[in-house]
């Protein structure tokens, strides 16, 4: 079946470090991969997303690019900021417009200023 | 515009209680979730409606756990009874139509069986 893998947490950065979280999926077919993130008391926001191989997802800094020959789908930020400490979900779609939302288990991140 | 709303924010009961959960949706938004959220894990979906249809409910352990979404708006989840491995966050969230992929939660419903 299909699932998603990341990273174990949590990560610990400095401010203005470079943030890696690695995240690699199994799917049938041709799945849409996201990225959700949980800041502290809030509810999970999607952050960023990409539908096809090779696509690249970007918003508020963060990247990710859809690597079909490696299934993976890792978040990057060049500089990262103490608010961008949160919990963050590499989450896939399988095809068909009602297809739910699997989800990996969740990374931590602390930035320390 | 207003999020999705959840009450109450934290429950805690004894094994076989009962229990029941509360969802607002964004106004507009046609499809609704319910997802489980055990410590350390990710979301699960539990149910999925659209209106007030079920469209995907494979996860939902009908046993003991039922949902309704009367009049295609908020939405009840209950637990009846309750078990020990029932302890989780419960997640509501909401889309559009033909945009499933961008869902949005709300703050969730720590249930704690003791």
């Known amino acids: 079946g299909n699932s998603v893998t990341q990273m174990e947490g949590p990560v610990t950065l400095s401010e203005e470090a470079f943030l890696t979280i690695n995240c690699t999926y199994t799917a049938t077919g041709y799945p849409s991969l996201f990225w959700y993130v949980q800041y502290p008391g809030e509810g999970l926001q999607l952050l960023l997303k990409?539908?096809?191989?090779?696509d690249k997802g970007s918003n508020k800094g963060f990247e990710a690019t859809y690597r079909k020959e490696t299934t993976s789908f890792h978040l990057e930020k060049g500089s990262v900021q103490v608010s961008d400490s949160a919990v963050y979900f590499c989450a896939l779609k399988d095809g068909g417009s009602q297809g739910n939302l699997i989800f990996g288990k969740g990374t931590k991140l602390s930035v320390k200023p | 515009e207003a999020g999705v709303a959840q009450s109450p924010r934290y429950k805690i009961i004894e094994k076989r209680q009962s229990v029941a959960f509360w969802c607002n949706p964004i106004?507009?938004?046609?499809?609704l979730y319910w997802y489980q959220q055990i410590l350390g894990q990710g979301p699960k979906l539990l149910i999925q409606f659209q209106n007030n249809g079920v469209v995907d409910d494979s996860q939902l352990p009908k046993d003991r756990f039922s949902a309704e979404r009367l009049k295609g708006v908020d939405s009840t989840l209950k637990i009846q009874p309750a078990k020990l491995e029932d302890s989780a966050v419960y997640l509501c969230a909401s889309s559009l139509i033909r945009r499933e992929y961008e869902q949005y939660f709300g703050p969730g419903t720590r249930l704690t069986v003791t």
């Open positions: 990409a539908t096809k191989a090779d």
């Open positions: 106004s507009g938004h046609a499809t």
